[in-house]
């Protein structure tokens, strides 16, 4: 069971981030610029920008938020000028370079980039910064010092000089993740594995981490052990140990888009675990490792409680995963409000636009782009009803239906649903497309009526018009295959330093 980036939010983050690109005007053939990245053993990388002009030029390009930016060379002060503007790349600035020289010249800025290589194993991944700009192309220069073997990389290099590889960034090329360049590579010398583990009356957390990412291990460690003690409350059961894996994002792993995952037999096994977490979690925004923490957390505890993992049953996990990943979240003190705006803007966007026929997630779909609809469409409809019936309080319900009626259909699980809101959801989940649902009669122990809301009203609509105007956008992409914006589009929502 896996966490991923919604297409959709892809789409939110990146409509704001292209708007620049759009307007700037081009700086002609007067600059070149080239990206040099030295990285050390530590995985820890500095980033040289050479930037060859042939006279007075204005031209843009990304910027870090969070690291210095200064000119290596101190000839060039008084000739640069540059304009930050805040951009929707959490870690990167908009920025508007201008070259006040008449004659031809050099400047060079530096700054630094933490983690550009992660390191576990045998293995190293390597990411450039974002290096988006209006001019034609970018030359990016790659020091590997640790690397054994290039196993594969994107775009393709094409040269060797001295200790670097040679990359071209440009629109024409292909490129896996839009304006960066990716090596995965083996390793000179291994790197150990550590473990942090801690003991609470009822469970064993246990986090294995590569020695490099200490810090990361125990913010890990700290969030699993106040998730867990909120949902053993929750959910009336508690699993007896638990264990949290770290990988590279390596493209057989789904690359930077599959955020973790939990086995299915796993799952079906009584939620034994482990968790896995994609490393490259580091460098998202905050809230994104602490909702995918709890987002895996969650398919554990539906197993212990009998929620089998299968295509049938997978939108359940799914949406449950979701809603609680968010709400647990904010129970704790985590600060997940954008993220959790996304998810609700994207989900309404994506229900206006397929008229609320969701349907199709009833047999979990296998390809990449109807699957990132089936994320959204099954956050969607545990969202709809569970705050309609109390949130939290709501999913503590239905958790204790769970434990007394395992469930392995889509009907099976629309019938607990109903018991745990106290009326007959038959009808909204029909009006969804589901299909062969029974309908729930109360019974004694159902509770007092509380009303759902079986469709968003008319305001909500209006509120959602740019919401759903982007999601169109992603829709244009997806389905008229334009390459370039689509490579672009992937890149808004994994902003790294």
Not at 53 to 81: D, H, S, W
Not at 399 to 411: D, M, Q, W, Y
Not at 433 to 456: C, E, H, L, R
Request: proline share 4%; glycine share 8%; charged share 15%.
């Amino acid at each position: 069971m896996k966490a991923k980036i919604s297409i959709f939010i892809i789409a939110l983050f990146a409509f704001a981030f292209l708007e620049p690109l759009l307007t700037a005007q081009p700086a002609g053939n007067k600059v070149e610029l080239s990206a040099y990245i030295d990285v050390s053993s530590d995985g820890n990388a500095t980033v040289k920008i050479a930037i060859q002009y042939k006279g007075r030029a204005t031209f843009f390009m990304t910027l870090p938020k969070f690291q210095p930016v200064y000119l290596c060379n101190e000839t060039g002060i008084g000739k640069l000028n540059i304009q930050n503007e805040t951009s929707s790349a959490y870690f990167y600035y908009n920025s508007t370079i201008t070259i006040n020289d008449d004659n031809p010249g050099r400047l060079v800025l530096c700054y630094s980039f933490p983690s550009a290589v992660l390191m576990a194993g045998t293995r190293g991944w390597f990411i450039s910064p974002l290096l988006w700009t209006n001019l034609d192309k970018v030359s990016v220069y790659v020091s590997l010092p640790m690397a054994k073997k290039i196993t594969y990389e994107s775009p393709v290099s094409t040269s060797i000089s001295g200790n670097y590889r040679v990359y071209t960034l440009s629109a024409g090329i292909p490129q896996d993740i839009g304006n960066r360049v990716t090596i995965e590579f083996d390793l000179k010398e291994n790197v150990k594995e550590n473990i942090l583990q801690e003991k609470t009356p009822q469970t064993i957390i246990t986090v294995r981490y590569p020695v490099f990412y200490r810090n990361i291990a125990e913010n890990t460690l700290k969030t699993a052990i106040k998730s867990i003690q909120y949902l053993n409350n929750l959910t009336g059961v508690t699993p007896r140990n638990v264990t949290l894996v770290f990988y590279l994002p390596e493209k057989k792993m789904g690359g930077i888009y599959a955020l973790g995952f939990v086995l299915g037999e796993d799952v079906n096994a009584g939620g034994k675990g482990p968790i896995y977490l994609n490393l490259a979690l580091t460098r998202y925004a905050p809230g994104y490792m602490e909702t995918t923490i709890i987002h895996e957390l969650v398919h554990v505890y539906l197993g212990i409680v009998g929620v089998e993992a299968n295509d049938a049953t997978r939108w359940f996990h799914e949406g449950m995963a979701q809603y609680l990943s968010i709400k647990i979240a904010e129970a704790i003190g985590i600060n997940v409000s954008e993220y959790k705006n996304d998810m609700y803007n994207s989900s309404k966007a994506l229900y206006y636009y397929t008229g609320g026929k969701f349907g199709f997630i009833q047999k979990w779909p296998s390809d990449d782009v109807s699957e990132q609809e089936a994320y959204l469409a099954s956050f969607y409809i545990i969202a709809n009803i569970s705050d309609s019936h109390g949130g939290l309080s709501y999913a503590q319900r239905v958790f204790s239906e769970l434990r007394k009626h395992p469930v392995s259909t889509s009907s099976d699980i629309v019938i607990v649903l109903s018991q745990a809101a106290g009326r007959n959801l038959a009808p909204f989940f029909r009006s969804l497309g589901f299909s062969n649902i029974q309908d729930w009669s109360p019974t004694p122990s159902a509770g007092n009526t509380v009303t759902t809301k079986d469709t968003p009203t008319l305001s909500s609509y209006m509120s959602l018009i740019v919401a759903l105007g982007l999601s169109l956008l992603i829709f244009l992409v997806v389905y008229y295959g334009n390459f370039e914006i689509n490579q672009k589009l992937k890149m808004g929502i994994f902003e790294m330093l």
